[in-house]
């Protein structure tokens, strides 16, 4: 047996995406894997055949290929792929040949859905006109996002393309980003995501509804928060979506949805289960492509989502009546992907001892149908970890894992590593986790908690750290720490922490507030709500809302009574700030600020900068920065272990 270390991330395979042919027999889905020598993601397209067990590349190449969605005769397989530099809607004939592609727009395809006569409904964004020259002028508040970049002048909108390679010809227009269409059974209508208000501070989006006849658009439902992944009823009389009423806020449950396509009446259907819907449990084991969408009965009666519930997500069903039932059994798994055909579940799962794998689910019966990391995995020391509850200074359940050294044993005093989830409003869960995997093959005991302000245990718990950071969560966290060093096989003494983002935010202001730590690793942090708020790419809306409305004009004293900044004179212990020089979300700047105020201080610190990647650098980062940056962090802790005090 082997130790997992930094470098098996290279061997780590990912599936997901599963969909079903229209004839239930085979399943398609997104394999991808790690090309070191390229330093690269590669994602392909595979084929299972119910009948056979076979499961076969469908698409090849370097590329990444994702979003495979069967036309609905079964004849054509269409999917998006980076083949050609950007991605690029393709489409193939189900029996084999090369795939054609369709599209070519500048900054690629975001969102697609078949029509029923063998055309296709795009979303992307026109090419830019004015791109004479690189100086960007700027108009508006939302100008650029984490991950992409600069958006441009030009926003997203609706395009039919054919599968002979006509088009695309432009269905919508206007200065607003229109998304994620769906297209009514008959194939007259198109229903769609846009947000046409002039307010860019906090944005709403509703759903609208183009007639392809008279080319009339008309407001189907005004949002009041979120709405996405709209997905019309077999019958037509419905639209089923996600979304929720707060104003654009991710505080707050994300709902599953039904809009009437006659009366306009709209209501949730899974209010009663208070939890969100989708995956909202982190990893950085995770190369999942799909837009998980709800997906209808045929009957029009019954629609499946995914849900999060105390760091496991399952398949639900609820019923236009609202009767909710939970579809994947087992109380260990993150179902991260799904599709749904005839009675027949296929999901891509993960689990604390596997990344993502598929799965068929038929009359209670399970079946696993892909092994991609089986082999790798059995030569490993992987560690399973235990589940263990905490109880907060005002009663409130708190939950978390230990995640042990492989060959464990009790006799023994390991150092430990607390672990901090970003969001705030993320969470850990019952998924493979590659750096804890890391931490504890290289001997330490890995303690990760879901503190309030975590999703997945119902909404009042959620909103728990709103206007509050660095208060009760601090304290959930802390008395976590202190009640595991009091376990016997605990070295009290070599106590470490590290976190990302929000969980970066946490660590400066563990720092700053307790001595307790030998050694930090502080990631994609920040420590300056103030300045955060001018320069994040949501920090003018979600810096706001996550204070409960302080704003610098009237709140600037608490803004900054809650930045760890302000008590950076009171550090400590030895940090190490890892921070990507193009992460939009936390930018460099608060790194920079918090290194040099670090510095200046005296304390030893060191600040590791990743060029050419943003906030994602631990999620989907160039393979070799993220063994460089796991060999940073466990390097760090590894040369403060001791017992010098
Ligand atoms: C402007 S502060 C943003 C913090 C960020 N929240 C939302 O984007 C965050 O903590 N992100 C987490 C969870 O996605 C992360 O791990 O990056």
């Not at 019958?235 to 806020?249: Q, S, V, Y």
């Not at 059995?378 to 235990?386: A, D, I």
């Not at 060959?407 to 869960?429: A, K, N, T, W």
Request: hydrophobic share 30%; glycine share 8%; with cysteine.
């Amino acid at each position: 047996m082997r130790p997992i270390t930094t470098q098996t991330l290279f061997s780590l395979q990912f599936s997901g995406d599963p969909q079903f042919s229209p004839d239930g027999q085979s399943i398609v889905y997104v394999k991808t894997t790690i090309n070191q020598e390229e330093n690269k993601y590669q994602s392909q397209i595979c084929k299972y055949d119910r009948k056979t067990g076979r499961d076969i590349p469908f698409t090849q190449g370097l590329a990444q290929d994702k979003l495979p969605k069967f036309s609905q005769d079964g004849s054509y397989l269409a999917f998006v792929s980076t083949r050609s530099g950007t991605p690029q809607l393709f489409v193939m004939l189900t029996d084999g040949g090369e795939p054609k592609q369709l599209t070519f727009f500048k900054k690629g395809v975001k969102s697609y859905s078949w029509m029923p006569n063998n055309q296709l409904v795009v979303a992307a964004r026109k090419d830019d006109a004015n791109e004479k020259s690189d100086v960007r002028v700027v108009n508006t508040l939302r100008y650029r996002g984490n991950g992409y970049g600069f958006y441009g002048d030009e926003p997203i909108h609706l395009w039919l393309v054919q599968v002979d390679g006509s088009g695309p010809q432009q269905i919508t227009d206007g200065n607003f980003d229109e998304t994620d269409p769906t297209v009514s059974p008959d194939g007259k209508k198109i229903a769609f995501v846009s947000w046409r208000e002039e307010n860019q501070v906090e944005v709403t989006p509703s759903l609208y509804t183009v007639d392809l006849d008279t080319g009339l658009i008309d407001l189907t439902y005004q949002g009041k928060g979120s709405v996405s992944h709209p997905v019309y009823s077999p019958n037509g009389k419905w639209i089923a979506f996600f979304g929720h009423e707060h104003g654009e806020d991710s505080g707050y449950n994300t709902e599953l949805w039904v809009v009437s396509t006659g009366s306009g009446e709209a209501r949730s259907l899974s209010r009663s289960l208070d939890r969100p819907v989708g995956n909202q449990v982190g990893t950085d084991a995770r190369y999942e492509t799909a837009e998980v969408s709800p997906i209808w009965d045929m009957d029009s009666q019954k629609i499946y989502f995914t849900a999060t519930h105390e760091g496991d997500v399952y398949v639900y069903s609820v019923t236009l009546d609202e009767k909710i039932q939970k579809e994947t059994p087992g109380d260990t798994q993150v179902v991260t992907s799904f599709s749904y055909h005839s009675g027949v579940i296929a999901y891509a799962k993960e689990t604390p001892a596997s990344p993502a794998e598929l799965y068929l689910q038929q009359n209670k019966e399970i079946q696993q149908i892909t092994y991609h990391n089986t082999p790798l995995f059995k030569s490993l020391t992987v560690s399973v970890p235990e589940r263990t509850k905490f109880q907060a200074r005002d009663g409130l359940e708190i939950n978390g894992w230990l995640l042990k050294p492989p060959g464990f044993s009790s006799d023994q005093r390991y150092p430990l590593v607390l672990e901090i989830h970003g969001g705030p409003h993320s969470s850990y869960g019952n998924t493979f986790l590659h750096e804890f995997q890391v931490l504890a093959n290289s001997g330490y005991i890995v303690l990760y908690t879901n503190p309030r302000g975590s999703h997945g245990y119902g909404e009042a718990f959620v909103r728990g750290s709103i206007g509050d950071w660095g208060g009760k969560d601090y304290e959930d966290l802390i008395d976590a720490v202190d009640a595991v060093a009091r376990l016997p096989y605990v070295d009290r003494n070599n106590l470490f922490v590290t976190g990302g983002s929000y969980g970066g935010y946490m660590t400066n202001w563990m720092v700053a507030h307790t001595h307790i730590f030998k050694a930090a690793v502080t990631q994609r942090s920040i420590c300056n709500l103030h300045s955060m708020i001018g320069t994040s790419d949501i920090g003018f809306w979600f810096n706001v809302k996550e204070l409960d409305g302080a704003d610098i004009w009237e709140d600037e004293e608490f803004i900054l009574s809650r930045s760890p900044i302000r008590y950076a004179n009171r550090v400590q212990t030895p940090v190490k700030i890892i921070h990507s020089e193009e992460d939009f979300r936390c930018p460099m700047e608060q790194a920079e600020q918090w290194f040099t105020a670090l510095k200046r201080l005296g304390v030893e610190t060191e600040l590791v900068r990743f060029p050419n990647e943003n906030h994602d650098l631990s999620r989907n980062g160039q393979p070799e920065h993220r063994v460089e940056r796991l060999d940073h962090i466990v390097g760090w802790f590894n040369q403060y272990l001791g017992n010098k005090e």
